[in-house]
């Protein structure tokens, strides 16, 4: 069986080789030796000498011709407690290596493929459940089917990979290039994706409920009929996304941004879009029942036929936004800006529009039945045919508002400005 990549050589030394024992200039000379062996056991005890030492390992991590010693002296100053040093291997990118042949490796027992140069490999099918593929080049590398579970994939250069099909459920995926990658269909679940980098990426019927996509790029990314149920993808860029049909119930949206992201028929029920940017968003009959749209900026937003039913819209920015025959039955729209808005033939029943701008709106044969608009601002808003049965309009403004005769023999108008600047008793 091969033996394991082990930057951290182990077993016994030469007699006399020990260059932790000789002092500094012990460790000077170690760094001279031409065995591997020897000039990484002189990195791990150089740090002990310190300025000076340190200089040494760092000298090795830039200049010595063997990658093993390189990584020594990289993991050597990653692992010490001195800030500095620290910052001298997060800022250097050690060079590719060659790996040649990874699935006999793999099966021959190897796990640690770290910035290994890989790409246009074909993996198509591998087995590397759990491997360490960290900072390596898979660009370009077939994956399709393969099967990365549990792998290591932080900071690996994925692009225009094809990960088709493949199995990356529990793998980390954080801080990765996956720009352009090919992931339909993939098994994404309880992945790590935070930070990467999915741009234009294809994820169409990918699964990634529970997925970790906080502060992901996934601008102009094919979403389209994905699961992303529960997923978290707070701030994360979305914008002109395609995610039409897909699952994002019960997922973390705050603070995302999903300007001009196409939505429609999406399932978003209970999501969290808190404070999220959904200027310019195509939401035709997406499901936002129970959805949490805190003052989320939906101007200009196209929710024709949308299901909002019990959500919060609380200081939301909806003006001009195009909610005809939208479900809003006791959502809560307080102090939201309507102003310009089509709710055309919504459903507002029982909704909570106190202290809301409806000014200009189009409420055309809207149902408001039982609904609080009281302090709202319904100045010049079309109200003709509207369902006003049972409707709290008190000190609300309805100078210049159009409405059918007889409109107010069942709502609460005490306090309101009426349409010819009224104020009823």
């Known amino acids: 069986m091969a033996e394991n990549f082990d930057p951290v050589l182990g077993g016994q030394q030469p007699a006399g080789s020990d260059p932790v024992m000789g002092g500094l200039v012990g460790i000077e000379q170690a760094l001279g030796s031409p065995n591997p062996k020897v000039r990484i056991q002189a990195i791990k005890g150089a740090l002990r000498y310190g300025s000076r030492g340190a200089e040494l390992v760092i000298q090795a991590l830039r200049n010595d011709p063997n990658w093993e010693v390189q990584f020594a002296a990289w993991e050597t100053l990653l692992e010490s407690k001195d800030p500095q040093q620290v910052q001298v291997a997060k800022s250097h990118r050690l060079p590719l290596r060659e790996v040649g042949d990874v699935r ?18 074909d993996l198509i099918e591998a087995n ?5 593929l960290s900072w390596a080049d898979l660009r370009g ?3 399709s089917r393969a099967d990365l579970s549990g792998a290591n994939l932080s900071k690996t250069d994925l ?10 459920s529990g793998a980390n995926l954080s801080q990765a290039n996956l720009s352009r990658a090919y992931l339909s269909g993939a098994n994404l679940s309880k992945t790590d994706l935070s930070r990467a980098d999915l741009s234009w990426a294809n994820l169409s019927e990918a699964n990634l409920s529970r997925a970790n996509l906080s502060k992901t790029d996934l601008r102009r990314a094919d979403l389209s009929q994905a699961n992303l149920s529960g997923a978290d993808l707070s701030q994360a860029n979305l914008s002109g996304a395609d995610l039409s049909r897909a699952n994002l119930s019960r997922a973390n949206l705050s603070g ?3 300007s001009w992201a196409d939505l429609s028929q999406a399932n978003l029920s209970e999501a969290n879009l808190s ?5 310019g968003a195509n939401l035709i009959w997406a499901n936002l029942s129970g959805a949490d749209l805190i003052e989320v900026n939906l101007s200009k937003t196209d929710l024709r036929r949308a299901k909002l039913i019990q959500a919060n819209l609380s200081g939301a920015d909806l003006s001009q936004a195009s909610l005809s025959e939208a479900n809003l039955i006791g959502a809560d729209l307080s102090r939201a800006n309507l102003s310009g808005a089509n709710l055309s033939w919504a459903d507002l029943s029982r909704a909570n529009l106190s202290g809301a701008n409806l000014s200009w709106a189009d409420l055309i044969r ?16 079309d109200l003709r045919g509207a369902k006003l049965g049972g409707t709290n309009l008190k000190g609300a403004n309805l100078w210049g508002a ?6 107010d023999q069942f709502a609460d108008l005490k306090g309101a400005i009426l349409p010819d600047g009224a104020i009823h008793p």
């Open 141 to 143: 590398a077939d994956l």
């Open 159 to 168: 692009r225009r990979a094809d990960l088709s099909q493949a199995n990356l």
């Open 128 to 132: 590397l459940i759990g491997a360490n």
């Open 366 to 381: 809207a149902n408001l039945s039982e609904a609080n608009l009281s302090g709202a601002d319904l100045s010049r808003a």
């Open 275 to 279: 404070e999220a940017d959904l200027s």
């Open 104 to 121: 006999a490796r793999y099966k021959a027992g190897e796990r640690d493929f770290r910035w290994a140069d890989l790409g246009g490999a």
């Open 256 to 258: 995302a941004n999903l």
């Open 402 to 407: 159009k409405l059918s005769p007889g409109w």
